[in-house]
């Protein structure tokens, strides 16, 4: 009976070490994967939403939906980083909540309906207009370097909510 204890022991403790490290490696992927949802999806479609802004600024709105359309590209990836955060359970309360306020600033300008481009009016585009000079401040705008960090990312998301926020009290 003693040799067999002798011999559970070690198997058990590293039964044990394995499961803790297949359970540390799946919540790392998860993290990970929540974090590209994030940075490819959110962070890289606001970079680009200033860029097209900018260039249908310098063409004279030749093309308007195109800041509409990446607009709801913005919009729809937010949605999923905070739907994917909440079902793996990766996303803070707080970053959530700052998530959540930025989704609901940029849900009021004006966007794509089903099916439908929107119509832009002059004061529209100087309302993205606006926006594009709040992305390039909280750090998102074209030939600016970005950071692949969540925190960082979470921070400009602040920035930029809150500097849309102080324009439209």
């Given at each position: 009976?003693?040799?067999?204890?002798?011999?559970?022991?070690?198997?058990?403790?590293g039964l044990n070490m394995l499961l803790i490290a297949v359970i540390a490696w799946g919540y790392i992927k998860m993290n990970f994967v929540n974090e590209q949802i994030l940075h490819r999806e959110v962070q890289q479609n606001l970079v680009e939403l200033e860029g097209v802004i900018a260039n249908?600024?310098?063409?004279?709105w030749s093309t308007p939906n195109l800041v509409t359309?990446?607009?709801?590209?913005?919009?729809?990836?937010?949605?999923?980083?905070?739907?994917t955060g909440e079902k793996l359970g990766t996303l803070s309360?707080?970053?959530?909540?700052?998530?959540?306020?930025?989704?609901?600033?940029?849900n009021q300008y004006p966007k794509d309906e089903l099916y439908r481009f929107?119509?832009?009016?002059?004061?529209d585009k100087e309302i993205f207009e606006e926006l594009r000079e709040n992305l390039r401040n909280a750090g998102l705008g074209m030939n600016i370097q970005v950071?692949?960090?969540?925190?960082?990312f979470i921070n400009q998301a602040d920035k930029l909510e809150k500097s849309i926020k102080a324009l439209y009290k």
């Open positions: 009976m003693s040799e067999k204890r002798k011999l559970l022991l070690p198997i058990s403790i249908q600024s310098e063409d004279n359309t990446e607009l709801g590209d913005v919009l729809n990836g937010i949605w999923l980083g905070i739907t309360s707080s970053d959530k909540e700052i998530l959540n306020h930025l989704y609901n600033k940029l929107s119509d832009l009016t002059e004061e950071s692949g960090n969540m925190k960082y």
